[in-house]
């Protein structure tokens, strides 16, 4: 990573936030041209809520592949688990929806320990090029997803708390409770995510990782067991998004695998590696998506999202807080 | 070519105001240059001195912050690195690159250049392309009866030796019948018998008419076989001329084992006159001087020691091949030698960062050959490998942190300690390492490594591409570690200035020990120089032409 | 159970005209990823702009048959420049994300309303194969038998056709892979930068590879357009590709031939496990309260995402391929 690179980096991070809001701001405005600002506020709430659903999911495939260099296929599954067994826990155990999500993101966390630890670590060991761990990828996440039909079957499922709310109203827009705590259970994991990645010692572990993993080790850091880690996070926080998904949008077989490429979408134009990154692109990916229902047809809205991903990825591929060295 | 004399020297490869930085770093500064077209030129320098980075900014591999450069007069700064080879000149690469799935023949036949049948729109018509295959097949076979290929033709490359795969790679080049070869480092991994058929090659070649640029560590063949001899240190041409002229230069001697610490000592007596007063003044300058030898002295127990260590990247081709060495409680140990002599492989495998296929290495009493790194720096280790010594998206003190992670509790008492010693550090604890100069990412490198306060520290040219100022700065710092009580194991391309420091030392050639002692003694010896430089004087030319299989008719 | 009814099934399907277009598929993404090393994830993109191109212009434009598949290949082409150019020269992975997400965004384009009038939006098109089917030389009122296996006049005349391409695209390859130029690819995906110091321009050997290939997909897609008699835009998601890429590697990635083996085998042994799974729950033989009828259709995805992970872990020359390959 060059000197003059990482300074440019760092005096230009203020500037591209202030460049970032700037766009959103114009785009919304551009859009209210279409529609009135009572829908353009709404659609940038709805918009706010998916993007923070989708950071939360993809978060942990950024750290993923900041740290092993693996961009992970199948980390749609993880988000499918979580909604899964939160559904089990909840419907068929009789648990509050509370308690079965923790034990959805415990089970999240599980999953993603297993992974790791019986499939990924073995390939690592033995040298399996890039390319191959994807196509694995691929075709765990073809086995688990259909695992996930077999046994959930195909119609979506709702969670027995929730389902029907009375929307709060504010200045003609409308905001249902569990969105709202969505976007706040969203914010928090994300926070608490960054600040242990920030300040505690494993966080700076996992940094340190990410950047080096050679010198790490010269560090006395078991970089084995920061990966395996890192995985765990990954599956956990995958699994609460999955939860949180499932809130708007019921528990199907497939949401995992149908959210994928927008999540990959949002943690890329982000920059992959950090967690201001996921955030940020999330919120893009999001806002822009609810946003071009104004005035393009809402069945296209996804499009402009995936347009946006492959612009960014000939063009930018380090995305918006991304490190140009972490690319190519 | 006979002996006709033009009236002024035909330029192959004029280079003007080429300019490269990496991370604050100038890994190549060229003024101007040039290379004669029909000779021999070599372009020596010890490492780091950009020579392969100015091989890829010519051919198109690399880019330039600024410059322009010609080929035989024609401006090609900034062209794409397959119409360079197009244009006709042609590269190798410093780590043999061949096709391993593809046989030695097909090797050969994919070089030639402009072939029809590689255009898709023919590619389907093989009467459009036969003619031409077949002749290129003919000079294929032809080059491998030349280089004594011929009965490995359809065997895949990869069944190739190291020496045979080099040879390949020359003959490959000679395929795309280029204008210029510049080959790096031709001889690197070759065994001796091969040796002496390769530089007999390269002058037949020579002699035959291709203007040939080449890098090269090994002096007697710089020596013996260039007509031209070009010195870059810091990325910087300091001599050119004709081999005697330049090895005789006090200031090539002087890029590759460092600046003098003394008054001109036995190592530089076949310097010409001039270069005494010159050296005296240089000695001038602020030193470090080597520390107390420790209470413990030689018989204490050694701290680490290796024994018949035989390591490298590829199990099948170790670069160490059965190393010993130890290191005493409170002593600095050197590890010297020429380019490609296994010095960053030792420590790689000392600290584990490569595994070894034979031999053992202890730390104290304690085997760690089977350890990982990160166990055996639980263990009392510390080590700082040559470059990526830091890590750049975490602040300075973060970096600290990362030093003492197995004891986190001693954090702000090792903290301030080490920040005592690196007060310049102090400033700078919220900025990314990844922002800091070289010498200050050096200081940050070493004082990470300080933090647990090691029992050895293994340190991986610590005055690479620093100013001499900060290079003065660096052995200070591994002096005042010494005298803390880390044992160091240091290797160094700055010779000099590291034995002045160090209490005994090592030179490894060719992945051995050749010469141990102490310090002070191998600062005298003489032939600590003649292993980096070659013998000094001249060898006559020889006559290599009856080694050669019958010459090429092309 | 019937095991020969079975038996008979499987041969059925390893013979059908899909399991040609299959093998031309597989064809065409074997010399994209296999001899380029392009690791297209978008193929069913290839597949669906070629089926489009036929449909779109016979049923919408009432163009006639011929014309359509010209268009078909044409468009299949021009997809293929489109998305190549900027993005052969990435990194594996960001090639892979780029082309999933261009085959994505053709598949909601081609699925929305607003294309409806055009592409027949979600319920797709029919009727453009008349023209095709009156060439039958067959007589249409028999039924012909292919050993134990029995189809009708216009599943054979389809049969023939599809194969004879299939035969004449591997003719084609090998002659093109065994050229000069085929020498270069094989260069180019081995040592990049070897290449390039050679002389080769990468960048249009990739090229040409990437649309190649996408023509071959392309062709494959108006084949199994015509076999259908329908297009629609959910025959062409990534599932279609990924099961693509499980029949290259089934037969060994690189291998001229191997793609036409792993296509006849794949669908021998996905049709065969099909038959057998729905006789043993139709008879009782397996009468597991979680594994009924609907269950059976899965078993397929199942097995494919296991196979494709094991295959490329543990036998990534393929299943069918007794020369190794040399490691570099």
């Known amino acids: 990573m060059t000197n003059a690179t990482v300074t440019a980096t760092r005096a230009a991070l203020p500037r591209r936030s202030v460049v970032v809001l700037l766009a959103v701001a114009l785009g919304a405005a551009a859009t209210a041209a279409f529609a009135s600002p009572v829908q353009v506020a709404q659609a940038t709430l709805d918009g706010a809520r998916f993007g923070l659903v989708i950071a939360l999911s993809g978060v942990g495939l950024s750290l993923i592949f900041a740290t092993t260099g693996l961009f992970n296929f199948a980390h749609g599954e993880f988000v499918t688990f979580g909604a899964i067994l939160a559904w089990l826990c909840n419907v068929m155990l009789g648990l509050p929806l509370t308690l079965a999500a923790a034990v959805a993101v415990i089970g999240g966390a599980a999953a993603g320990a297993s992974v790791e630890y019986g499939i990924w670590r073995p390939l690592r060991r033995h040298g399996v090029g890039l390319v191959a761990a994807i196509v694995v990828s691929i075709g765990l996440a073809m086995f688990t997803r259909h695992l996930f039909l077999f046994f959930f079957h195909g119609q979506s499922r709702s969670y027995r708390e929730y389902t029907v709310q009375q929307a709060w109203h504010l200045l003609g827009v409308q905001l249902l409770p569990k969105d709202l705590v969505t976007m706040l259970v969203a914010l928090a994991a994300l926070a608490a995510l960054g600040i242990f990645l920030k300040r505690s010692r494993t966080g700076q572990a996992v940094r340190a990782t990410a950047d080096d993993p050679d010198l790490s080790q010269a560090s006395g850091i078991a970089t084995d067991r920061v990966v395996l880690l890192v995985w765990s996070l990954g599956g956990a926080l995958a699994a609460l998004g999955g939860v949180v998904l499932a809130l708007d949008d019921q528990v199907s077989w497939d949401m995992g695998f149908r959210v994928l490429l927008l999540v990959i979408a949002g943690v890329t134009l982000g920059g992959l590696g950090t967690v201001r990154g996921a955030i940020a692109g999330g919120l893009i990916i999001g806002v822009v998506t609810q946003l071009s229902t104004l005035w393009a047809p809402s069945e296209l809205k996804y499009v402009f999202a995936l347009i946006a991903l492959v612009a960014i990825l000939i063009f930018r591929p380090q995305g918006i807080f991304g490190r140009a060295q972490r690319i190519g | ?554 | 159970m019937d095991l020969a009814a079975a038996g008979v099934d499987a041969l059925r399907a390893a013979i059908a005209p899909a399991t040609a277009a299959y093998a031309l598929a597989a064809l065409g993404l074997n010399l994209q990823f296999g001899y380029a090393g392009l690791l297209n994830l978008g193929h069913a993109g290839f597949m669906a702009v070629g089926a489009y191109g036929l449909a779109t212009t016979v049923a919408v434009f009432g163009g006639g048959f011929w014309l359509g598949v010209a268009v078909g290949l044409a468009a299949a082409a021009a997809f293929g420049l489109l998305l190549g150019m900027p993005t052969v020269r990435l990194r594996a992975d960001y090639l892979a994300i780029t082309t999933i997400a261009a085959s994505e965004i053709l598949r909601f384009v081609l699925r929305s309303g607003w294309a409806q009038p055009w592409t027949g939006g979600v319920y797709g098109l029919q009727r453009f194969a008349e023209e095709f089917y009156a060439l039958n030389p067959f007589a249409t009122s028999n039924n012909y038998a292919i050993g134990p296996v029995v189809v009708d006049a216009r599943t054979l005349w389809l049969m023939v056709v599809g194969w004879a391409l299939v035969a004449a695209a591997a003719v084609l390859l090998v002659l093109l892979l065994r050229s000069p130029w085929g020498r270069v690819l094989s260069s180019v995906r081995q040592d990049e930068d070897l290449a390039r110091s050679l002389g080769k321009n990468v960048f249009a050997y990739k090229l040409q590879a990437l649309v190649i290939g996408g023509v071959l997909g392309g062709v494959a897609g108006i084949l199994l357009a015509v076999d259908q008699q329908n297009v629609n835009p959910d025959n062409y998601g990534s599932v279609v590709t990924f099961f693509v890429y499980t029949i290259v590697i089934l037969g060994g990635a690189g291998r001229a031939m191997a793609p036409v083996t792993g296509a006849v085998v794949f669908w021998l042994v996905i049709s065969a496990t099909d038959s057998v799974l729905r006789q043993a729950v139709d008879s009782g033989t397996v009468s597991w309260s979680w594994f009924g009828p609907q269950q059976v259709g899965v078993a397929r995805f199942v097995l494919v995402g296991l196979a494709l992970m094991l295959i490329v872990v543990f036998r990534p020359q393929g299943l069918f391929t007794w020369r190794r390959r040399v490691r570099t």
Not at chain 2, 5 to 33: C, H, I, K, N, Y
Not at chain 2, 49 to 55: I, S, Y
Not at chain 2, 233 to 255: F, H, L
Not at chain 2, 283 to 293: F, G, I, L, W, Y
């Open chain 2, 1 to 554: 070519m006979s002996g006709v004399t033009t009236a002024e020297p035909v330029v192959a490869l004029a280079l003007s105001g080429v300019r490269r930085s990496f991370g604050g770093v100038r890994a190549v500064d060229v003024g101007q240059m040039h290379i004669p077209d029909g000779k021999l030129t070599a372009l020596i320098g010890p490492n780091g001195a950009g020579k392969t980075t100015l091989f890829n900014i010519v051919t198109g591999f690399e880019r330039a912050d600024a410059g322009r450069w010609s080929f035989y007069g024609r401006d090609i700064t900034g062209m794409d690195s397959w119409r360079v080879a197009r244009a006709g000149l042609v590269r190798t690469f410093q780590l043999t690159r061949v096709l391993a799935e593809m046989t030695v023949l097909d090797n050969l036949r994919l070089a030639a250049a402009g072939q029809r049948g590689e255009r898709l729109s023919l590619a389907l018509w093989p009467a459009a392309w036969r003619k031409q295959e077949r002749a290129n097949q003919e000079r294929a076979e032809a080059l491998l009866e030349r280089f004594r290929l011929a009965d490995k033709r359809h065997h895949p490359a990869a069944q190739l030796s190291g020496g045979q795969r080099r040879l390949l790679e020359v003959a490959r080049a000679l395929m795309t019948q280029p204008r210029m070869l510049l080959l790096d480092e031709p001889l690197a991994g070759v065994n001796p018998a091969l040796r002496e058929d390769v530089m007999a090659h390269l002058v037949a070649l020579r002699d035959d008419g291709l203007t040939i640029l080449f890098i090269e560590h090994d002096m007697d063949a710089v020596m013996g076989i260039s007509d031209h001899v070009i010195c870059l240190a810091t990325g910087t041409p300091i001599a050119a001329g004709t081999p005697a002229q330049v090895a005789a230069t006090p200031a090539v001697i002087d890029a590759y084992l460092g600046v003098s610490t003394s008054a001109p000592s036995g190592a530089r007596t076949a310097a010409p006159s001039g270069a005494p007063a010159a050296a005296a003044s240089r000695a001038s300058t602020q030193v470090a001087t080597r520390p107390q030898a420790p209470a413990g002295g030689p018989d204490g127990d050694p701290v680490l020691s290796a024994d018949g260590l035989v390591s490298g990247y590829n199990s099948d081709r170790p670069i160490l091949q059965g190393v010993s060495a130890h290191v005493g409680p409170g002593e600095i140990v050197a590890i010297i030698g020429a380019n490609g002599a296994g010095k960053s492989t030792l420590l790689k495998a000392v600290a584990g960062a490569i595994p070894a296929t034979a031999g053992t290495v202890r730390l104290g009493q304690r085997d760690v050959t089977k350890l990982a790194m990160h166990q055996r720096v639980a263990l009392g280790l510390g080590y700082v490998p040559q470059s990526r010594n830091v890590f750049p998206s975490l602040t300075v003190e973060e970096n600290l942190r990362m030093g003492i992670y197995l004891r986190p509790r001693e954090w702000q008492r090792s903290r301030d300690r080490v920040l005592a010693m690196f007060p310049a550090l102090r400033d700078r604890l919220a900025t990314p390492a990844g922002a800091l100069s070289g010498g200050q990412r050096q200081s940050l490198a070493l004082a990470r490594a300080l933090m647990p306060v090691p029992t050895v520290l293994l340190l991986d040219e610590p005055s690479a591409g620093l100013s001499p100022v900060a290079q003065e700065e660096a052995f200070e710092h591994v002096c005042a570690a010494a005298q803390s009580g880390v044992s160091v194991l240091i290797v160094e391309q700055n010779a000099r200035q590291c034995l002045a420091i160090s209490h005994r030392g090592y030179v490894l050639e060719q992945g051995r020990v050749a010469l141990t002692g102490t310090g002070a003694d191998l600062l005298a010896d003489p032939r600590v120089v003649e292993l980096y430089l070659g013998s000094t004087h001249q060898r006559p030319p020889e006559n290599r032409a009856d080694r050669l299989a019958p010459p090429l008719h092309s």
